[in-house]
């Protein structure tokens, strides 16, 4: 409990959001990322990522594969949450890069894409930087990462994401 404390006090300081795991809400969502729906655990995913939650990156990780999107099926909610929630989720899903299953990867890629490219710079509303994204696409060409190339590749190139220390 004490830890629990300590964490929301730092996570409050610096300006995130955290909630109690006793609301109503997050009780229902936690247990709702535990459904047999997978829009439902999506959705539950989604929400605590809204609120800020400390659980928000493991329920995420978790619906990776949860309701993808009817035109894309490389995207799901959890993608795009993960994406917000940014760094933190970098380390897990880099280790989702050697997933066995393509779509999997697929998915943990776009992730990995979405927070890199806010890491060199990238902001929805304002675009890039000047060379932001000339430094990032150079960045990532060096590491060589397709979900769909060799697993001997695949490998060298998730070695090369966990040695990486940022921009």
Not at 36 to 50: G, H, I, S, T, W
Request: one cysteine or more; glycine letters at 8%; hydrophobic letters at 45%.
């Amino acid at each position: 409990m004490l830890l629990h404390v300590v964490v929301c006090a730092t996570l409050l300081s610096t300006g995130e959001r955290a909630m109690a795991d006793d609301t109503p809400e997050v009780l229902q969502l936690l247990a709702d990322v535990d459904r047999d729906d997978p829009v439902v655990r999506a959705k539950a995913a989604r929400r605590l990522q809204e609120l800020g939650h400390l659980r928000a990156l493991e329920a995420c990780l978790k619906t990776l594969d949860d309701a993808p999107d009817s035109l894309h099926a490389d995207y799901t909610p959890s993608v795009g949450s993960l994406i917000a929630i940014g760094k933190p989720a970098l380390a897990p899903l880099v280790e989702r890069l050697g997933a066995p299953a393509q779509l999997t990867r697929m998915r943990a890629t776009n992730a990995v894409l979405g927070i890199t490219k806010k890491m060199f710079g990238f902001d929805t509303k304002s675009g890039w930087p000047h060379g932001a994204e000339q430094r990032w696409d150079g960045w990532w060409g060096s590491i060589g990462y397709s979900p769909v190339g060799d697993e001997a590749g695949r490998m060298r190139a998730i070695a090369r994401l966990r040695a990486w220390r940022g921009p």
